[in-house]
């Protein structure tokens, strides 16, 4: 089937879809560094703490998959806006935090706005002429990482010199442009299609999600098999299989089973929901490996950090884009199995040497994990939206989210576990204190299980479908 596909529009949309993850990312990167002294001033916990971070991924989380439905039944473009105009909302609002709970409430209005993502990507392959979707879907992919790098030098100095607060109140007036430049140019979906909200879907969505995110963010400082933990798995368990009943017998589903049980939408949710897992647990693992005192890490610092991953987001974003434009030529499920190879000879070489080597070897090898990542990565979105029908795309992308997020969820509290169970109490001098440092063991665990991740992956691909190469005007 033939459609009618504006260039000039697409220019224009491309430049809003490929700046926005950079804005978000920007956005979540430089909260980082500023934890401690949100810590201070509002005179918390490191576990309440930790619940900044969380309470904007449960939200958002749950809101991909729901805003995903409502784009389907109302417009892309109108539950696209509405996302940004939350994300907008509560970005402004964390500057201006007068308390905790206030930052708390702020931060789950941000996390509705995670559904910008999939509907993003819902618009691309919609409106989009099909030989520019991969490319531009390579674009979007690597921003995320060229977020995360300008972010951590950016939001440290931002942070340290005028207040954490700062770090909100810089980013409030992009995003305000942001959404003017979406609400001005972007056009609604072609494809629409009216049905019933599946409120039960909803309902048992969030009592599968919440118990079981929460469970897992808890776990490493309560423990895995300690009570309340054990009773918020049970409980996840539980919604979940009614969910998936209730979700293969309802007429509209919010989730239709139909969709991610097929090949390539199975095979790619599963495949980015283990790919999260094992980036976050690499991630942890860098982050500790630059930032810990010498001789258990490079002993930089959160600006010096963000300075040394520069590598990998410029190959990211070169990479990107040109694995977009072969794919068409070569296939996707090419690259999904080299992007995984890649990964995986880099993650083994981390595993053997990353302790004992300088840090531009180390760069080097982590540099060798992203390149696969990335490619990897957009095969795989690609293969995902190639594969659905255009009037489920929204479903199908919010699902993708939704399985991205509960993969990287798991790896940080895996991580977590693996360094606490290899760490070691170390007297520093200069300054005088004493902190637990993971063992070297930790971070061959970590290097060598995210490894045999992404080898699972590489096997997985195999069994793909290939739907991208040659395409034209499908």
């Not at 009618?4 to 979540?28: F, G, S």
């Not at 520019?132 to 990482?145: C, D, E, N, R, T």
């Not at 690609?382 to 479903?395: A, C, D, H, Q, W």
């Amino acid at each position: 089937m033939e459609y009618d596909y504006d260039l000039k529009y697409a220019k224009k949309a491309t430049a809003i879809l490929v700046l926005l993850p950079l804005l978000v990312m920007y956005t979540e990167a430089v909260l980082i560094p500023s934890l401690p002294t949100i810590q201070k001033d509002f005179g918390i916990t490191p576990s309440d703490a930790s619940w900044i971070l969380s309470i904007y991924l449960l939200v958002g989380t749950i809101s991909v998959a729901i805003m995903g439905k409502l784009g389907d039944m109302f417009g892309k473009r109108k539950m696209f806006l509405i996302a940004l105009i939350f994300y907008t909302v509560g970005v402004a609002m964390n500057g201006f935090a007068p308390s905790f709970k206030f930052l708390l409430f702020s931060r789950g209005l941000q996390g509705i706005g995670m559904a910008i993502f999939p509907l993003g990507f819902s618009l691309v392959r919609e409106e989009f002429p099909p030989k520019m979707v991969p490319q531009v879907q390579g674009l979007i992919s690597s921003m995320f990482a060229v977020g995360m790098v300008i972010a951590l030098p950016l939001g440290a100095f931002i942070s340290q010199h005028y207040g954490w607060r700062w770090t909100y109140l810089s980013v409030t007036p992009f995003a305000i442009l942001m959404l003017i430049a979406s609400w001005t140019i972007l056009k609604e979906s072609r494809y629409i299609t009216p049905s019933k909200f599946d409120f039960v879907g909803v309902a048992l969505l969030t009592l599968f999600i919440v118990p079981s995110l929460v469970a897992v963010t808890r776990a490493p400082s309560i423990g895995w098999k300690n009570e309340q933990t054990l009773a918020l798995f049970i409980t996840a368990a539980i919604a979940f299989i009614l969910l998936v009943i209730w979700e293969k017998h309802v007429k509209d589903p919010l989730i239709p089973m139909s969709i991610i049980s097929s090949r390539n939408p199975m095979l790619a949710n599963l495949g980015i929901m283990m790919a999260a897992f094992a980036i976050q647990m690499m991630s942890q693992a860098n982050t500790y490996i630059f930032q810990m005192p010498s001789p258990y890490g490079f002993g930089k610092s959160v600006l010096e950090t963000g300075l040394f991953m520069t590598p990998n987001a410029i190959v990211m974003l070169f990479l990107a884009p040109i694995a977009g434009r072969l794919m068409i030529k070569i296939g996707a499920k090419f690259f999904a199995l080299l992007g995984s190879s890649i990964a995986f000879i880099g993650l083994l070489l981390l595993a053997k040497y990353a302790t004992a080597v300088g840090i531009l070897q180390f760069i080097g090898m982590t540099t060798i994990v992203s390149s696969g990542i990335v490619i990897m990565n957009v095969s795989l979105i690609n293969l995902l939206i190639f594969s659905v029908k255009r009037e489920v795309m929204g479903t199908a992308t919010g699902a993708n989210s939704l399985f991205r997020n509960f993969g990287a969820t798991w790896g940080p509290a895996i991580a977590g576990t693996i360094m606490t169970a290899y760490a070691t109490l170390v007297h520093i001098t200069r300054p005088p204190y004493t902190m637990l440092v993971p063992e070297n063991k930790a971070y061959e665990v970590l290097f060598a299980s995210s490894a045999f991740v992404f080898l699972f992956l590489a096997i997985l691909s195999l069994a793909l479908v290939e739907v991208v190469k040659g395409i034209n005007s499908t």
